[in-house]
């Protein structure tokens, strides 16, 4: 039986006499059968990794945002799909299956992260080199073997790109790279002190990161 068929089995069940734990885990199984399916539909299409990354970003606005208009996918007015944790945001030029914004959210542009994005190209910026995707996945890992288990619980690893002072959390700078397919370079605003948010682009989408601030406790590795 296909996830499609047993996602139409489970909306034609009856769930008005479903107690509170009965009603919560179908709630779960449902969820689970649509991310079978979304994942499925995207990996045909080969957005597999962009999709990962994407879901990334919503499960972190989930956990550290009260805002329910970051708790999902949008498309705004320019037709162009949107996730936001209030760290970064991921523009997809061409949407792709992402768990949507919650319904009771009126509006579906209810947040403009099209114009932090805009406004970030319309700066003077350069290009700045960072590291590949696996150099970044192995310096985290690095950097994490010399936290202790409660560093590792309450903080987080984070880069300096010493260029101009530029710090970025290393977890976020590895999920844009990933959906975008490994980017090489990141822009950065001519005139900025370490504190204006970079971003990266191609022909999957646009990638914006907010730096972390210089005197965040939280800074572990530093990368030259």
């Keep these: 039986m296909t996830n499609e068929n047993i996602l139409k089995l489970l909306n034609e069940m009856n769930v008005e006499d479903f107690d509170y734990i009965t009603r919560k885990?179908?709630?779960?199984?449902?969820?689970?059968?649509?991310?079978?399916?979304?994942?499925?539909?995207?990996?045909?299409?080969g957005k597999n990794t962009l999709a990962k990354s994407a879901n990334a970003i919503i499960k972190n606005a989930v956990k550290v945002s009260c805002n329910q208009a970051l708790h999902?996918?949008?498309?705004?007015?320019?037709?162009?799909?949107?996730?936001?944790d209030g760290?970064?945001?991921?523009?997809?030029?061409?949407?792709?299956?992402?768990?949507?914004?919650?319904?009771?959210?009126?509006?579906?542009d209810y947040?403009?992260?099209?114009?932090?994005?805009?406004?970030?190209?319309?700066?003077?910026?350069?290009?700045?080199e960072i590291l590949s995707v696996q150099e970044l996945k192995a310096e985290i890992k690095i950097l994490r073997s010399q936290m202790t288990a409660k560093e590792k619980r309450t903080e987080k690893v984070a880069v300096t790109l010493i260029d101009k002072g530029l710090t970025i959390d290393a977890q976020y700078l590895l999920e844009i790279s990933e959906a975008l397919?490994?980017?090489?370079?990141?822009?950065?605003?001519v005139n900025s002190k370490g504190n204006e948010p970079v971003y990266a682009e191609n022909d999957i989408g646009t990638g914006l990161i907010l730096p972390v601030r210089n005197t965040n406790k939280r800074l572990k590795g530093y990368w030259y």
Excluded: H, M
């Design 181 to 189: 397919g490994g980017i090489k370079t990141i822009k950065v605003p």
């Design 111 to 128: 947040f403009k992260a099209y114009k932090i994005i805009k406004g970030a190209k319309q700066k003077e910026t350069y290009d700045l």
């Design 25 to 45: 885990t179908y709630d779960e199984l449902v969820n689970g059968v649509k991310d079978n399916i979304r994942t499925a539909t995207n990996k045909a299409a």
């Design 87 to 108: 760290f970064r945001i991921l523009e997809i030029n061409e949407p792709i299956e992402l768990p949507t914004i919650p319904k009771e959210i009126e509006s579906k």
């Design 72 to 84: 999902g996918a949008w498309i705004a007015e320019n037709g162009k799909q949107y996730v936001c």
